[in-house]
């Protein structure tokens, strides 16, 4: 168990359009997880993937393979 706080983070795309998430990448190699927060309820619930969950979904968005909003 860590004790590490997150290091939330948005993407550098993001153009505060109200409709970010954040990440903790730092909790990346002590927890094997990646924190994932809605941008606008920093004190909301928290959503922790498993890193191999993320990379996947990463390469899916990269792909193209969910659409467009």
């Not at 290091?7 to 970010?20: I, L, P, T």
């Not at 002590?30 to 996947?56: E, I, M, Q």
């Not at 390469?59 to 969910?66: E, H, N, Q, V």
Request: charged share 15%; proline share 6%.
């Amino acid at each position: 168990m860590t004790t590490q706080s997150p290091r939330w983070f948005k993407s550098s795309y993001s153009a505060n359009g109200g409709q970010c998430i954040e990440v903790a990448a730092n909790l990346v190699a002590s927890c094997g997880v990646v924190p994932v927060r809605d941008s606008k309820r920093p004190n909301g619930p928290v959503l922790a993937v498993h890193t191999d969950a993320f990379s996947s979904f990463v390469d899916g968005l990269k792909a193209g393979r969910f659409g467009t909003a």
